[in-house]
């Protein structure tokens, strides 16, 4: 997977992201940063602390509903014993986002005392939403806001410019672009964030992705992935991902001419329906080995 790890992924518009995050810090009051529930680890900004500084934040594991429930625990009593606020939520469903108002108000409770001590009684609380592309940041907006004004698109690097939103009596959401780091320094990081869809397919070898994602996957082994790809017969645990892969596009009928493994259909097929949680509720990270 090298040609990841050495992807140059910071176009023009993330830099001026990056700026815009940090000159607009002034006008909120905290940070919701959304991950990706399946891979707590490389789905954050590793500068988003430093550009954040002192100010609150909320952080909310988003497609929690694809990530093992038990992981997903482990990860909010990692985040509460960090003295960070997280909650589990999935933003197309809007499972758990009703928890998220609370959480604010929780991690920004001195201040609204302060503030209520001041007179400002009404004074709306205001919130940046962060994330990396493709983790689900204007799935989040239109769910909370309930109204469909952010652009959602399944691939990288959709949202353009801030907008503001009301999503609540006095509170408002200001939404921001996604903001990838410049380059993968870990190779296992860029390979988690490919397999997710948060690397454009077209800049990978989507072989390459898939097999390497076979072998993650026969280790977990799911009764979703043994069942959906025709394992059940097959000693998958002791092949390497692109005989798996090849062993996979026979089993679901994927040839060319001449009988050859259709290898390269195979794989979008692995991605996409590793993507859609069809193999299994599957979380990559886990917290016991941070």
């Known amino acids: 997977m090298s040609e990841i790890q050495n992807i140059q992924w910071f ?3 993330m830099t001026k992201t990056k700026r815009k995050i940090q000159s607009s810090l002034k006008l909120v ?39 093992d429930p ?3 625990a482990r990860w909010i009593e990692y985040f509460k014993a960090n003295k960070i606020v997280a909650i589990p939520v999935d933003c197309k469903s809007g499972k758990g986002l009703n928890k998220f108002i609370p959480a604010v108000k929780e991690v920004l409770a001195e201040r609204i005392a302060a503030w209520k001590n001041k007179g400002m009684v009404n004074r ?13 940041k204007s799935s989040f907006i239109n769910r909370i806001a309930k109204q469909n004004r952010a652009k ?9 410019g801030n ?24 190779k296992v990081v860029g390979e988690h964030l490919a397999f997710m869809g948060s690397v454009k397919d077209e800049i990978v070898d989507t072989e390459q992705l898939a097999s390497r994602l076979l072998e993650f996957l026969s280790v977990k082994s799911t009764p ?9 017969e097959v000693d998958y645990k002791n092949m390497q991902g692109y ?14 001419s001449g009988g050859e493994a259709d290898t390269e259909r195979a794989a979008s097929m692995v991605l996409d329906e590793f993507r859609g949680a069809k193999l299994g509720r599957i979380t990559l990270e886990l917290s016991e080995n941070m």
């Open 11 to 13: 176009p023009g518009h």
């Open 29 to 67: 009051d905290a940070v919701a940063e959304i991950i990706d529930a399946r891979i707590p680890v490389s789905s954050r900004n590793p500068d988003l602390a430093e550009i954040v500084g002192s100010k609150p934040r909320v952080v909310l594991l988003n497609k929690c509903d694809m990530a």
């Open 70 to 72: 038990n992981a997903t």
């Open 124 to 136: 709306s609380i205001r919130v940046m939403v962060v994330g990396v592309p493709n983790v689900g």
């Open 152 to 160: 959602v698109e399944d691939r990288p690097g959709v949202t353009r």
């Open 163 to 186: 907008q503001w939103f009301t999503v609540a009596k006095g509170f408002e959401l200001l939404d921001t672009p996604g903001v990838l780091w410049p380059k993968f320094d870990d």
């Open 224 to 232: 979703q992935f043994v069942e959906r790809l025709k394992l059940a």
């Open 243 to 256: 005989e798996l892969l090849e062993v996979v596009a026979r089993k679901r009928g994927m040839l060319i």
